[in-house]
Structure formats: structure tokens, C-alpha cells
Nanobody, 126 residues
Framework: EVQLVESGGGLVQAGGSLRLSCAAS????????IGWFRQAPGKEREAVSC????????YYADSVKGRFTMSSDIRKNMVYLQMNSLKPEDTAVYYC???????????????????WGPGTQVTVSS
């Protein structure tokens, strides 16, 4: 059974940092695409960052470029999202998602991801 579990969320003041982790089990993330998505109350789920474990390519939404960094550790089957200079508008539930086919061209489309974690809450106070 494939499982994804996020951790590292919490409450932080604006300008602070958090590091989210996503632990995958039941499937090797090698050659997959992993996405971090977020959903704020009343808003649609949006792609924040994606990584291709085939060639290491990364994607960042314009709203987080220069502040967030995504990385993966294939040996540990882990994915991370380092979030710096957090803003109140970053408040959301953050999800990691796995596309085992590694379809990079559609990386921001949530529909291509087969597996999702339950999410972790990130709250940034002003």
C-alpha cells in the first residue's frame, strides 16, 4: 500500500520558516514526480512546488519563488519543502502528492497525481 505522510506544519510568525517533510512508503519515489500543493479556506487547491525525481527538475509557483525550496532524498524516500520568509497568505493545508509515472509536462495538474497525503496545516500570523 502506497502511503504519503506530511509533517512539519505549525504556527509561525510572518517572516519565519518551516520545513515540511513528506515520507513515502510502499513505493520508491525514484523516477516519480512529487508535488506540494496547498489549499486555503474557500480557495482552490494550487500547486506550490514540484520535483522530478527522474532528472531533478523543479517547479515553483510565482508566489513562492525565491522563498521555498523543494528537495528529495531518494534513499530515504523523503521529500522536503523548505519555506522561508513566510507570509500570512501562505496559510493553508499543505499536501504532498505522488505521480509514479513522472509526467513532468502536467506537473501542476492535481489530477495526474495518484497518491496524496492527509495534509499538514501551516498557519502564518501577521
Amino acid at each position: 500500500e502506497v502511503q504519503l505522510v506530511e509533517s512539519g506544519g505549525g504556527l509561525v510568525q510572518a517572516g519565519g520558516s518551516l520545513r515540511l517533510s513528506c515520507a513515502a512508503s510502499g513505493f520508491s519515489i525514484d523516477d516519480s514526480a512529487i508535488g506540494w500543493f496547498r489549499q486555503a479556506p474557500g480557495k482552490e487547491r494550487e500547486a506550490v512546488s514540484c520535483i522530478s525525481n527522474t532528472d531533478g527538475s523543479t517547479y515553483y509557483a510565482d508566489s513562492v519563488k525565491g522563498r521555498f525550496t523543494m528537495s528529495s532524498d531518494i534513499r530515504k524516500n523523503m521529500v522536503y519543502l523548505q519555506m522561508n520568509s513566510l507570509k500570512p497568505e501562505d496559510t493553508a493545508v499543505y499536501y504532498c502528492a505522488l505521480d509514479p509515472r513522472g509526467r513532468w509536462s502536467e506537473r501542476t495538474d492535481s489530477r495526474i497525481y495518484w497518491y496524496w497525503g492527509p495534509g499538514t496545516q501551516v498557519t502564518v500570523s501577521s
